[in-house]
């Protein structure tokens, strides 16, 4: 069994810079692909960013230029570095795991950013 647990949301003004980071623990040997999602208030859950074990990254056209994923694979922790952020990047922000061997996700609590002056 795979566990995420993320750190990081809180308040920051428009154009701010904020760091996600987010643990997995259990089995995370057999993760191949992490990341992060979102979902703002009355919306959908939608991709943010992931990363593949092998390095390759995948990031929505909304975020693009201004958030950065990267992932630790001894740690088994992934990272969204967000700058420039705009009030419209206000959400709940999940971890993302994917054991494609499974084909098993798992995800974390979530994690609330908020983009405010």
């Known amino acids: 069994q795979v566990h995420l647990a993320e750190l990081g949301g809180g308040l920051v003004p428009p154009g701010g810079s904020l760091r996600l980071s987010c643990a997995a623990s259990g089995n995370a040997f057999s993760i191949t692909t992490m990341g992060w999602y979102r979902q703002a208030p009355g919306k959908q859950r939608d991709l943010v960013a992931t990363?593949?074990?092998?390095?390759?990254?995948n990031y929505a056209d909304a975020v693009k230029g201004r958030f950065t994923v990267s992932r630790d694979n001894i740690k088994n922790e992934v990272y969204l570095q967000m700058d420039t952020l705009k009030p419209e990047d206000t959400a709940v922000y999940y971890c993302?795991?994917?054991?494609?061997?499974?084909?098993?996700?798992?995800w974390g609590q979530g994690t609330l950013v908020t983009v405010s002056s």
């Open positions: 990363v593949h074990l092998s390095g390759r990254k």
């Open positions: 993302y795991a994917h054991i494609s061997a499974l084909n098993v996700e798992r």
